[in-house]
């Protein structure tokens, strides 16, 4: 989606205001605070934000936190760091726990004008008494108690007289509606719980489907956005607005949720693997939270272009994760600086380079990018390379290092490998070498060619770095055909078996000296390893962290 460019709902609002029905753009994002927010969600607060932008208007963070149960501050306040961190502003910021008050007086109007009523059959028996898609509900033996009545009781639901689960309030609809939504469905339940913001002042909770309604018209949302599964609620969305006499009118709208493949994108499923410890927080880097990915070290910007091309329409749609990957990469590559660490070490030694001499190196720090200078790279006798440059018996066409070949060390000479040395078992341990100072890189010779080059870091002044590579954190490519309406489906119970033991790969490895102040979410191009980011975590001052955001190549095309 280019903000300027078309999609359906900027042109039911474009409409909107064109015919008068509207005179301006509200909307919210809503999250609940039971989890920490997706990329999923970012493409919700791309769209509410970047469309209200677009026309002028406003966006609410409104948190809907109507089920005390699985709701917590320290949610609320990963959501704010993350709606801020991906770029956005919100105009108000609202709980829908702060209008329980005025949510109850519209369940008591809704009672006075016989539109609901206090039942007394368990959930289970509501469930029963709904009836199927093939036949029609049956009415409850409750639904029919007076208007005195049902005051009374739901009075004393408030006030604490009854029991989770032995009574609930329900609107009077249709036990015989083809849509099932509209079968007299529950609105308020009691549940002895202490919620997070309102403490212990409600043991009665609104049910979503009767809550998400009145907090859109309460605020003054004019789009109220949201992901298809809830298109089947919007008879009852419109019926509470109406019902409840709210003067301002939203419109719901429904657009496709993202899926991405090789990972899952339910806080249920997201809070499980925390839970359970497959990964270290909701912020670890393989998971596909906003915050395990700013970790990663993707940007706001990355991000924010993925989702704009993933585009706005009622279809949802799993996308590669090759593509999230395109547009970081495409991000940093004018902005990272360039830079060579080594992953495996190999000890070289230079035999014919002077003892104690140290000459510094002029390197580039971003060839595409001029302005952004030149760093200066110690060299001296002992260097390392990767373990994986040398090879003591190559195939064809392995142009790095090997015994008698001659290669490039970046940005310094070429050297020639003359001698391995190993240890007792036969691992090599060191590699020999000898260099040309003739063929320092800058200085313009052209004597001989050389197939391969390869990177290094100066073993005396290199910084002790680990690496942290990852790979997907759930293997098979597992359809995220989420469901926010609390179904359990037979992947919720295997979706675990499909967790990827292989996701990280932790090496202990070296960097370039002139790394020593780095910084949490440094980002760096690592010559031939990808981008890399500073880990916040767990880097410190003897020993810096990286993660890799994402290796150089790829196989996606646009
Ligand atoms: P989950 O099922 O992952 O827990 P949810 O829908 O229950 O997600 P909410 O906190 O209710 O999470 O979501 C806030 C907003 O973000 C909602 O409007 C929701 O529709 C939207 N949203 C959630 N997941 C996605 C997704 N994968 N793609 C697009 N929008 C999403
Ligand atoms: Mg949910
Ligand atoms: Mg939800």
Known sequence: MEHNSSNFIRSIITEDLETGKRDNVYTRFPPEPNGYLHIGHAKSIVINFGLADDFNGKTNLRFDDTNPLKEDTEYVEAIKEDVEWLGY???????????????????????????????????????????????????????NRSIEENIDLFERMRKGEFENGTKVLRAKIDMSSPNINLRDPVIYRVSHTTHHNTGDAWCIYPMYAFAHPLEDAIEGITHSLCTTEFEDQRPLYNWVIEECEMEHKPQQIEFGRLGITNTVMSKRKLKQLVDEKFVDGWDDPRMPTISGLRRKGYTPESIREFVKETGVSKGSGTVDEAMLEHFVREDLKLKAPRTMGILKPLKVVITNYPEDQVEMLDAEINPEVPEMGTRQIPFSREIYIEQEDFMEDPPKKYFRLFPGNEVRLKHAYFIKCEDVIKDADGNVIEIHCTYDPETKSGSGFTGRKVKGTIHWVDAKHALPAEFRLYEPLILDKLENEEDSTEQVSSEEKTFLDFVNDQSLEVLQGFVEPNMKEVAAHDKFQFFRHGYFNVDPKHSTNEKIVFNRIVSLKSSFKL
């Open 89 to 143: 502003e919100w105009d108000g910021m609202f709980f829908a726990s702060d209008y329980f008050e005025e949510m109850y007086n519209r369940a008591i109007l809704l009672i006075k004008k016989g539109k609901a009523y206090v039942d007394d059959l368990s959930a289970d028996e509501i469930r029963q008494y709904r009836g199927t898609l093939k036949e029609p509900g049956k009415e409850s033996p409750y639904r």
